[in-house]
């Protein structure tokens, strides 16, 4: 199924797919870190439950039309994905404020971001993963103006769409992060991972964290929340 390993990152590993040129297996690990690395540990079965939930978004937000390099889930842990090379940008969609917006920018918890805002990062742990601008962006991720702005359309439509899906199953869905890469062809594809170690999930009427800020906080189990995560969206018919 899989050849070498490419590169391995803090919570997947990379490999080849066996016999398939242009794809790759992503194999998702039990490790969690949080504040850029400084706090780690490992949690049994997250990289199952995490390789199931992204596998089912992704599912999801294709059948939306919202392309990504996701083809299939091939296993507990592992899933197909086209190969990209990945652009160097976190683009975070937020609905409400919390997080590093409200330490940043002093904005009070909770408030509404009506429309949704988009922030872009550096993604390079040696600098922390940065704010950055939008020619900042371009200057350091080769990416055009034009692109730049299709990716931030599609981080908005991703929002849409999963704000929606998730809100069928309870849950708020505060704010997020997006990857993308680049296809051989050039075009750009939604990529990497979506679940709960990338978004911020709330229950809709109680507000429990059901996200990796059960950890980042110390204030919950891990596995417990990303179950339960998975528990509803099973309840959904795709
Ligand atoms: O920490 P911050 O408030 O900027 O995070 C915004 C969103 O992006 C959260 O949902 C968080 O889980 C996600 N994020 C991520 N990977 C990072 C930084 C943030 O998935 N390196």
């Known amino acids: ?29 039990n490790d969690a870190t ?5 706090k780690k ?15 089912r978004i992704f599912t999801s937000l294709q059948s939306r039309g919202v ?14 994905v086209h190969e990209t ?16 917006i409200t330490k940043r920018l002093g ?27 939008d020619d900042h962006a371009k200057l350091l991720s080769d990416i055009t ?4 702005n299709q990716v931030k359309e599609k981080a908005l439509i991703v929002n849409d769409r999963l704000s929606s899906l998730f809100a069928s199953i309870g849950i708020k869905l505060v704010d ?21 170690d990338t978004c911020r999930l709330w229950d809709l009427e109680t507000e429990q964290k059901l996200d990796k800020d059960v950890f980042r906080q110390g204030t919950g189990n891990l596995i417990e929340v990303y179950e339960e995560i998975l528990r509803r969206l099973e309840g959904l018919s795709w």
């Open 1 to 29: 199924m899989k050849d070498a390993l490419l590169y391995e990152g803090k919570a997947k590993q990379v490999f080849q797919a066996k016999g398939k040129p242009g794809q790759l297996v992503l194999s998702y690990k």
């Open 34 to 38: 949080a504040f850029n690395g400084e």
């Open 41 to 55: 540990a490992n949690f049994e079965g997250k990289g199952r439950l995490n390789n199931e939930i992204s596998a």
């Open 67 to 80: 392309e990504s390099h996701f083809i299939e889930r091939l296993n507990e842990t592992e899933q197909l």
């Open 85 to 100: 090379e990945i652009i160097p940008l976190e683009v975070v969609v937020r609905n409400l404020a919390t997080g590093s």
């Open 107 to 133: 904005f009070r918890e909770k408030t509404l971001f009506e429309p949704p805002l988009v922030e872009l990062f550096y993604k390079n742990d040696d600098l922390g993963d940065p704010l950055i601008n």
């Open 145 to 148: 103006d034009l692109e730049l």
């Open 176 to 196: 997020f992060k997006l990857e993308f890469g680049r296809k051989a062809d050039g075009t750009i594809v939604l990529s990497d991972e979506i679940s709960p």
